[in-house]
């Protein structure tokens, strides 16, 4: 008989679910389907939710997938395949590290975005007005420059913004429709 155990999990792993083959991140649950002692794999928390009775639905739809995707890869394993070296890949990496250097000290002169500043901005918090009039280079001076006496006076007005304390779970909250 096939069962589903819950297990309490410290850490968020990827994981693929066996029953409907979709890839997603281990909570602080994992479902994992066993047959008897032997592990089968791990089951997502939506196939858990569907309950008993549809999961053989869901494993046949996506057993139908997967011979689908092996005609698919059968065909394929007919064809001749051109494929570059290794070596030559690990060069083309090497070079474009080399290149990446260079615009990586590039980076560390151009000044950091502060983020709280991007949010009151992109979150409307900081009027339209008030910043549809600036330049390109104001507004960089805005969203960069920690320090507002270095500010140039066309953007003063904007100082009260830089008091609005943005707490930082806010700023980097998941999007529950996600």
Not at 99 to 120: A, D, G, N
Not at 135 to 160: A, G, M, Q, Y
Request: proline share 4%.
């Amino acid at each position: 008989m096939l069962t589903v155990k819950l297990l309490k999990s410290n850490l968020a792993l990827p994981a693929v679910c066996i029953t409907c083959g979709t890839t997603y991140i281990i909570g602080k649950i994992e479902g994992i389907l066993f047959d008897g002692d032997r592990r089968l794999g791990n089951v997502c928390q939506e196939c858990i939710n569907l309950g008993s009775l549809k999961l053989p639905a869901v494993f046949k739809e996506h057993s139908k997938k997967l011979r689908e995707r092996a005609k698919v890869l059968e065909e394929l394993s007919n064809c001749c395949i051109e494929c570059p070296p290794w070596d030559e890949y690990e060069r083309a990496i090497e070079n474009r590290n080399v290149e990446s250097e260079k615009v990586s000290q590039e980076e560390k002169v151009r000044p950091q975005m502060i983020m709280s500043r991007v949010f009151l901005v992109g979150e409307g918090i900081v009027q339209r007005e008030e910043i549809e009039d600036l330049s390109s280079e104001h507004v960089r001076i805005f969203l960069t420059e920690i320090d507002i006496s270095k500010w140039p006076p066309e953007i003063h007005h904007l100082k009260k913004y830089t008091e609005i304390e943005i707490d930082d779970s806010y700023l980097f909250r998941i999007d529950e429709g996600m």
